[in-house]
T-cell receptor
């Protein structure tokens, strides 16, 4: 069974500063994928970034980067130069690529990020 | 492209009533999913489908049924609603790929069961 743990229920950051949102995962599979989604107060789920377990480079998408430490089973999201519009709930999720089950996502409980002006 | 749409956006039911939530996607995706989101719980998978005519149970399937008669539609049914089913329901879809499998989400349906 897979498990995602997000230990920070809430985080605060000053505008223009960087922030790291923590995510640890547990799986016995060798092939898996890690995702981060953003959920603003309007409620929609917005895909941010993906990291495959065999990807050698950390994933980056604009101001988002994923600090992937496979041995520690962590996949932290780093947001650089925070903006007020980054205030939202952030979810870490994973799926396994083993046995053809790569379509089921397991989500963490989320971290509520507040960006202060 | 509309992406993933959900109908209705809001609904209030009384205990014991039934209803169907409709999810539609226009991206020709093979996989479709229903999740529920409760405060402090993240998203949990209710049921999913890997293709037209197929469905399977997820993490929290009790009290729900699903059908996928057409590739573009995935219906979630509540036969006898209970207050514990008060939640926000999200539908998602994804293409068939061997590894990277981003799920595209609908806007959600907020359901209240009194």
């Amino acid at each position: 069974a897979q498990k995602i743990t997000q230990t920070q229920p809430g985080m605060f950051v000053q505008e223009k500063e960087a922030v790291t949102l923590d995510c640890t995962y547990d799986t016995s599979d060798q092939s898996y994928g890690l995702f981060w989604y953003k959920q603003p107060s309007s409620g929609e789920m917005i895909f941010l970034i993906y990291q495959g377990s065999y990807d050698e480079q950390n994933a980056t998408e604009g101001r988002y980067s994923l600090n992937f430490q496979k041995a520690r089973k962590s996949a932290n999201l780093v947001i650089s130069a925070s903006q007020l519009g980054d205030s939202a709930m952030y979810f870490c999720a994973m799926h396994s690529n083993s046995g053809g089950s790569n379509y089921k996502l397991t989500f963490g409980k989320g971290t509520l990020l507040t960006v202060n002006p | 492209n509309a992406g993933v749409t959900q109908t209705p956006k809001f609904r209030v039911l009384k205990t014991g009533q039934s209803m169907t939530l409709l999810c539609a996607q226009d991206m020709n995706h093979e996989y479709m999913y229903w999740y529920r989101q409760d405060p402090g719980m993240g998203l949990r998978l209710i049921h999913y489908s890997v293709g037209e005519g197929t469905t399977a149970k997820g993490e929290v399937p009790d009290g729900y049924n699903v059908s996928r008669l057409k590739k573009q539609n995935f219906l979630l049914g509540l036969e006898s609603a209970a207050p514990s089913q008060t939640s926000v329901y999200f539908c998602a879809s994804s293409p068939w790929e061997s590894s990277y499998n981003e799920q595209f989400f609908g806007p959600g349906t907020r359901l209240t069961v009194l």
